[in-house]
């Protein structure tokens, strides 16, 4: 007897319950797997906000800078770093920090100042992509900012107005100057958004007097399927070469908190995921009971004509490995579809939301997803696996039933 073949008819004979069966749990697979991609998709755009809008995804320092900033804390840079780091599929970008206060009326706020460079910055950030109002500084741009919009805000600054600012230069002397606003950024995270202002390379050095040297070193990978520790072992070993002392640390060290939550929203979407399953496995245990006890007269003729209670167990588990193929189709033709339009079109939920904050990060309440091999089979294999482990109870029970008992139940 193809048990099979058997079981494939007794569905066929009832359809309705069939088609009941494969609906409901096909679209809660579904909803999993686009619900599993959109995870995805917020994971990296976490990712992506910390890493292309601010850190990069490596960084080198002079030894303690990170624990305790400061203006002479530098380490040497020169354009054969450059050089150096591209061969182990790196770009890189010098940058400067320090600390000071911006003025405009009767109102001032601390910042911290970071010069970029012009021609490297944008290799490794997208800083310059993401200028809300006014725009990102050009070559010639000499006492001009670019300020956060937090910032901006609480001054009442906009592209084109002057501030003052002043610090402390690296001689020990004031520096004082007049800067005209160029830019104001769209959000990025609160650190950003409240105290930082940007300055090109050359006039952070003029303002500061500060002629020699760099703070930070931020690294980005060309290819971004090479792991992150790999890189950082590459980048160790050059380093180690160039200035032995210099301190690698990746974004993840350098953003525990944010790696913290990535962190949780993988292991909470594996729970939810269980959770979700182990209730849709209640629902199936009590459908696999109502559909034995419903046929428990022909369960018992089968027996009485000489089905063994394996072959009856078997049979069961037979129809539940339909059930599963059925709602696997099912769930990949609606979920891999709508998956991949909210990839394209996004799921905008500024109807909602302005705008979403999660540690510390601002992003677009704008979520796509990213769909790959695990969220495609994850969500099916977790579904198949839960209907054949909630009916081998049912069926177990539809096994041992006494035929004479069975026949007489009708």
Not at 12 to 17: D, E, K, L, P, T
Not at 57 to 86: I, N
Not at 299 to 314: C, N
Not at 341 to 361: E, K, N, P, V
């Amino acid at each position: 007897m193809n048990l099979l073949i058997f079981a494939l008819r007794n569905l066929g004979r009832s359809r309705r319950r069939t088609i009941i069966q494969v609906t409901g749990i096909g679209l809660v697979t579904a909803t999993m797997l686009i619900w599993g991609g959109i995870n995805k998709g917020v994971e990296d755009l976490l990712e992506k906000t910390a890493t292309d809008l601010d850190t990069g995804e490596l960084q080198l320092h002079a030894p303690g800078y990170v624990q305790s900033p400061d203006l002479y804390k530098t380490m040497p840079y020169v354009d054969h770093w450059q050089k150096q780091f591209a061969k182990i599929g790196l770009n890189a970008a010098p940058r400067l920090y320090g600390f000071g206060l911006v003025g405009a009326g009767n109102q001032s706020a601390g910042v911290q100042i970071r010069g970029v460079d012009l021609n490297y910055e944008p290799t490794v950030t997208e800083l310059n992509q993401i200028v809300r109002e006014g725009s990102w500084f050009e070559a010639e741009s000499a006492n001009e900012l670019v300020i956060g919009r937090t910032l901006a805000r609480r001054l009442h600054l906009s592209p084109g107005d002057n501030v003052v600012v002043l610090a402390q230069a690296a001689d020990g002397s004031s520096a004082n100057g007049v800067f005209r606003i160029r830019g104001v950024l769209g959000p990025v995270n609160d650190d950003v958004d409240a105290r930082a202002v940007y300055l090109t390379l050359p006039s952070f050095q003029n303002f500061f007097r500060l002629q020699a040297g760099v703070h930070e070193i931020a690294l980005k990978r060309f290819d971004k399927s090479q792991e992150l520790k790999a890189a950082a072992n590459k980048t160790k070993t050059v380093t180690e070469r160039l200035h032995p002392q210099i301190e690698v640390r990746t974004w993840r060290e350098l953003k525990p908190v944010v790696a913290k939550m990535l962190d949780i929203l993988s292991v909470s979407a594996k729970f939810i995921f269980a959770f979700i399953y182990l209730s849709l496995g209640g629902i199936i245990i009590n459908i696999a009971f109502m559909t034995i006890y419903d046929r428990i007269s022909e369960f018992g003729t089968m027996t009485a004509l000489g089905m063994m209670p394996r072959q009856v167990l078997g049979l069961i588990m037979a129809e539940a490995a339909w059930l599963g193929l059925f709602t696997a189709l099912l769930a990949w033709s609606i979920g891999i579809p709508g998956a991949l339009l909210i990839q394209h079109y996004g799921l905008d939920l500024r109807i909602f939301y302005d705008q979403i904050s999660m540690a510390g990060i601002t992003i677009k309440p704008i979520l796509f997803t990213r769909i790959g091999a695990t969220e495609i089979f994850a969500p099916v294999v977790f579904m198949i696996l839960s209907l054949n482990l909630f009916c081998f109870y049912p069926g177990l029970d539809a096994a041992r039933m006494d035929p004479i008992k069975a026949l007489n139940s009708r």
